[in-house]
């Protein structure tokens, strides 16, 4: 019973906001409540909920003041010299301009943080897509893309999680599936390329090639967004302090949330001493940012509420349970598929710290070690990033400002194509071995 109704809750919420019957938040908070109460644990809901929020307390505190201090990094103009830069590189060609998005997409998530990824890249590209007219669902894709592939280095969410709950080693895990993650890397420039011939074909080029260096300012003007400029010296301080920050953020010595925190109060006294001027700027960005936190608690009850009901292990136990004797030595392969859907479904430490160790246990039986399955849960990473139950999905969307349906409407079936890549990567170089 407990299984059903964990498939069927999980039916509902994705038609739910697929649909447009209901928003993320009130979708996150809504359905896994009522399946709760159906499923008899009624009394136990408000802890449930607690419990989840809880956990996802630090995430969101880091969300909240990470939007905060990069809002204030646009106000003050610290991105348009990039903005500047690409802008008169692309010319005003929309292929360029694309596929230079996802290439820096690609080469900032090494940080292994989605959130600062997203705030980065679409800060800095989005003027450009802008002022050319580009598809809007175009950004967030090209950037969710190659982040979701990068996010399975070491220092990510996800093989840190499966190293933990299978107790083993980076040489084991990550290193035998870097043909694979380069594969889906290089999918995610062509799908980009392919974006960008489109794009160019629809749109044509802005030539800025024959127009004089005062035409040249204004138009590249209109691709910056700095509504508060400041003097050279605060701008050098302003990128030292984001660049320390960012050394901070890979370093991992301090909680990221601290380091956001602190981080935005120096910022914001040493650009705007006055109170007043403190409040207007904060005020700016209040709507942005309560978006993003609501949604990231929501998904905290809901994922408080799957964990706590035991919906989660029933799903794990579910999913062993199809696998036929027969189909033993095929369960890395097995694993691989499921990772996509699975990790769409759950949060990352749902699957891994409790649907993965049961498919490692299962394999053991057939002889495969836990290594392989560790290997084969991560090939669905770019899929999972479409989840609703990622916080950092509501900051790219918030930022691009597209709805959350159409983003996965729109990315989906390019994510489920770099999951093949990556599949196929990992099956030639017999990371992942099929039987």
Known sequence: ???????AMIITFMAAIMTGRLSALMGLILVPILFAAIAGFGPEIPDLVMDGLRKIA???????????????MIDVGLFDPLVRFVVRKCHGDPLRVIVGTCALSMCISLDGDGSTTYLLVVTAMMPLHLRLGINPLILPAVTVMPNAIINVAPWGGPTARVMSALHVDVGQVFVPMIPA?????????????YFGLQERRRLGTIRFDHVSDADLEEQINEATRAVVPRSALLKGFNAALTAAMMALLV???FPLALVFMVGFAIA????????ADQRERIASHASSVLNVVAVVFGAGAFTGIMMGTGMTDAL?????AMIPDAAGQYIPLITAVLSAPFTFFLSNDAFYFGVVPVLAQAAAEYGIPAEVIARASLVGQPVHMLS?????AFVLVGLAKVEFGDHQRFTMKWSILLVGLMLLGAVITGAVPIG
């Not at 914001?268 to 109170?275: D, G």
């Not at 609703?388 to 950092?392: E, H, N, Q």
């Open 1 to 7: 019973m407990l299984t059903f109704l964990a498939y």
């Open 58 to 72: 630090p995430t969101a505190v880091l969300l909240l003041f990470a939007i905060l201090y990069f809002g204030l």
């Open 181 to 193: 993650i380069a594969l889906a890397c290089a999918g995610s420039l062509a799908i980009a390329a």
């Open 251 to 253: 370093a991992d010595v």
């Open 268 to 275: 914001m006294v040493v650009n705007f001493p006055n109170v």
């Open 316 to 320: 794990a136990q579910s999913v062993v």
């Open 388 to 392: 609703p139950l990622v916080p950092a």
